[in-house]
């Protein structure tokens, strides 16, 4: 038996997220009016063989429709001081054009990839599942980039940016 719709109070549900640290990332795609991108935590690994990864994009966004459209997109991982590209590509920045001054190569699929970044994956759609007001896109990497910069990666946790640090050896009890 499922729970009922309306049961978890959305705003809680946020605040229940927010504790969880999430990787931040860029993801970009072309479109025929030029590069476009996005940031986006809803990243993970899927396979390694194939090499496959997955994004979550919610539907309304314009993002969302040109993945399904052009089936490719790259995930930029971004560094721990690329912040500014973090709210650059989530609409939070002054720039027309979000790409200005910002490096990048065209890979494999045509996306637009930050040589900048930590590492970028350059994707194929090869699945898209609708799960509630998003959809998950599954892309195999067909060529990836590693970044000569940061040591760490940018992660944001519990509503601020942080950055990854010390290794921490686990215990064994």
Request: glycine share 10%; charged share 20%; hydrophobic share 45%.
């Amino acid at each position: 038996m499922s729970p009922s719709p309306g049961l978890v109070n959305p705003d809680a549900f946020r605040q229940a997220l927010r504790r969880w640290p999430s990787g931040v990332t860029v993801v970009t795609m072309p479109t025929a009016d030029g590069p476009h991108g996005m940031t986006a935590s809803a990243f993970c690994s899927v396979s390694v063989a194939p090499p496959q990864v997955l994004v979550v994009v919610d539907r309304r966004w314009r993002s969302h429709d040109l993945i399904a459209a052009g089936a490719v997109f790259c995930v930029n991982i971004l560094a721990d001081d690329q912040a500014g590209w973090s709210e650059r590509f989530a609409g939070r920045g002054q720039e027309e054009d979000r790409f200005a001054g910002i490096a990048t190569v065209v890979a494999a699929t045509g996306a637009p990839c930050l040589t900048a970044a930590r590492a970028w994956l350059d994707c194929r759609v090869v699945a898209a599942h609708e799960a509630g007001d998003h959809s998950i896109f599954v892309g195999e990497v067909l060529a990836l980039g590693l970044g000569d910069g940061a040591e760490t990666s940018l992660v944001y946790h519990d509503g601020a940016y942080r950055s990854v640090g010390e290794r921490v050896e686990p215990v064994v009890a």
